[in-house]
């Protein structure tokens, strides 16, 4: 093993163990009681109507509803042919995969507990990772 890899691993090690207690504390907490921005609202594609936040459909959220992990299965597939080591290569795979159903399984619960029946509406129409045809 060289030290790129030894690097890269440590990294990731690292990022789980520091990200790990802060989604946990903001799981718990409601969308309705955390104070969001007006740049946050924006990143997420959040209106803020009467205090209530409602998703705005346009752009990467019309098509899928989880462009950023769309993107990070992208990485993790051309990462095996951008490095020599296979080995590392396919590691990201293994490290984002199980990240990715935990993830997504609670932000759905967490969107459909906020926003209910136009979130089921907006799941009929739009793909989750693999745009709808």
Do not use: C
């Not at 990200?19 to 740049?39: F, G, L, M």
């Not at 490290?95 to 932000?107: D, G, K, M, T």
């Amino acid at each position: 093993m060289d030290i790129f890899t030894v690097i890269y691993f440590a990294a990731l090690i690292i990022e789980i163990v520091i990200r790990a207690p802060v989604d946990r504390k903001r799981r718990q907490e409601k969308i309705s009681d955390r104070r969001v921005s007006t740049q946050e609202k924006v990143l997420l594609g959040l209106l803020s109507i009467g205090g209530f936040l409602i998703p705005i459909i346009y752009a990467a959220y019309g098509v899928i509803r989880h462009p950023m992990y769309t993107s990070q299965f992208l990485l993790v597939f051309a990462q095996p042919l951008l490095l020599q080591n296979w080995i590392a290569g396919w590691s990201g795979l293994l490290a984002f995969v199980p990240f990715y159903f935990l993830r997504v399984q609670a932000e759905e619960k967490m969107m459909l507990d906020s926003f209910g029946g136009q979130y089921q509406e907006y799941k009929k129409k739009v793909g989750g990772v693999i745009p709808k045809l």
